[in-house]
């Protein structure tokens, strides 16, 4: 059973910053890639950014050049950098896993509970 939990959400003052964590628990067999997903009051999901295995990552428009990825191959963990924090990046942000629980099973996605970010003077 692969479970995501995600730390380091919380209230920052624009121009602030914070470091989102997502740790991987349970038993898999491959990890695709993995990445953040945003979703603010009333709008639809967005990919924020991701890191495939290999490390090559990607990244939204608007946050581009302000947040980075990263991740712990060891420790199937991944972290963003969030930077230069601006009040519409004020959304629940959620961890995703692509990849294979055993051998014998296809990909699949892995959702965190998701993790509060408000960027509010």
């Known amino acids: 059973h692969v479970q995501l939990v995600e730390s380091g959400g919380g209230l920052v003052q624009p121009g602030g910053s914070l470091r989102l964590s997502c740790a991987t628990s349970?038993?898999?067999?491959?990890?695709?890639?993995m990445g953040w997903y945003r979703q603010a009051p009333g709008k639809q999901p967005e990919l924020v950014a991701a890191?495939?295995?290999?490390?090559?990552?990607n990244f939204a428009d608007s946050v581009n050049g302000r947040f980075t990825i990263s991740r712990d191959n060891a420790k199937n963990t991944v972290y963003l950098q969030m930077n230069s924090l601006k009040p519409e990046d004020t959304a629940v942000y959620y961890c995703?896993?692509?990849?294979?629980?055993?051998?014998?099973?296809?990909?699949?996605?892995?959702w965190g509970q998701g993790t509060q970010v408000t960027v509010s003077s």
């Open positions: 890191i495939t295995s290999g490390g090559s990552t």
């Open positions: 349970g038993s898999i067999f491959s990890i695709n890639a």
């Open positions: 995703n896993l692509k990849g294979r629980r055993t051998q014998y099973t296809g990909s699949s996605n892995y």
